[in-house]
């Protein structure tokens, strides 16, 4: 009953997401047909700048999305004396671990910026790593085809509170800079392009998780 029940969710997620992608870009477009002077037809390194940050919108999400909570949820503690007691190990080490820092990061750009609407994509691309990370922890111990090479609870539990804050500070961040990188007047627009994206994000990233799945329980070679 339980993966019945999963699966329908997954479903009725997806479909949400899929049509407030659809009607989001209903918007951009209708916008932009309005506004003849967009940033997209007149201020072309303006639209440049803006399409940077709604990049960084989507991978951000893309890559959160990927490892949480799917592959995050599934990988299992190693050491039985950990400070965490096994019954609370994944509700704490997952769940309440990556809301909390994830909520703590998007509270941190109100005070510091870090790095530039320039450079802000380099850390975010970087996040990509965290990907084969979580893959090589104890992430499905009984099904998977490669070896875990990180078998230390206090690496996998470091690396999931990275995780967390890295997801909420930078996608506040994208968020921030992609309706600043252009004049008040098209902000809007910009906006609603980076809301686009991050819903392009969740899509790609909550689909992209069978793979990572499949990969690590496929035996290739």
């Known amino acids: 009953m339980l993966p019945t029940c999963s699966q329908k969710l997954f479903v009725?997620?997806?479909t949400y997401c899929i049509y407030t992608f659809q009607t989001l870009l209903v918007a951009v477009v209708d916008s932009l047909k309005l506004d003849s002077s967009s940033i997209?037809?007149?201020?072309?390194l303006?639209?440049?700048?803006?399409?940077?940050?709604?990049?960084?919108?989507?991978f951000v999400f893309f890559v959160t999305l990927t490892v949480f909570p799917a592959i995050h949820a599934d990988i299992q503690m190693v050491d039985k004396d950990f400070i965490i007691p096994e019954k609370y190990f994944t509700p704490v080490t997952c769940y309440l671990c990556f809301n909390f820092f994830a909520m703590m990061g998007s509270l941190v750009p109100n005070w510091i910026k870090w790095p530039g609407p320039r450079f802000l994509w380099i850390?975010?691309?970087?996040?990509?790593l965290m990907i084969p990370y979580f893959m090589l922890c104890n992430y499905k111990p009984d099904k998977r085809q490669i070896p875990i090479l990180?078998?230390?609870?206090?690496?996998?539990f470091g690396m999931a509170v990275a995780f967390g804050f890295t997801?909420?500070?930078?996608?506040?961040?994208?968020?921030?800079y992609a309706p600043g990188c252009v004049e008040t007047e098209h902000a809007p627009i910009a906006g609603m392009m980076a809301a686009l994206f991050l819903v392009l994000g969740i899509v790609c990233?909550?689909?992209f998780t069978f793979f990572v799945s499949w990969l690590v329980e496929t035996k290739l070679f």
């Open 12 to 14: 009725s997620s997806s």
């Open 40 to 44: 997209l037809y007149k201020k072309k």
């Open 46 to 58: 303006e639209g440049r700048r803006t399409w940077t940050q709604c990049f960084n919108v989507f």
């Open 123 to 128: 850390p975010v691309v970087l996040r990509i």
């Open 150 to 156: 990180i078998d230390n609870d206090w690496a996998y």
């Open 167 to 176: 997801s909420g500070y930078y996608s506040s961040l994208a968020m921030m």
């Open 205 to 207: 990233g909550v689909n």
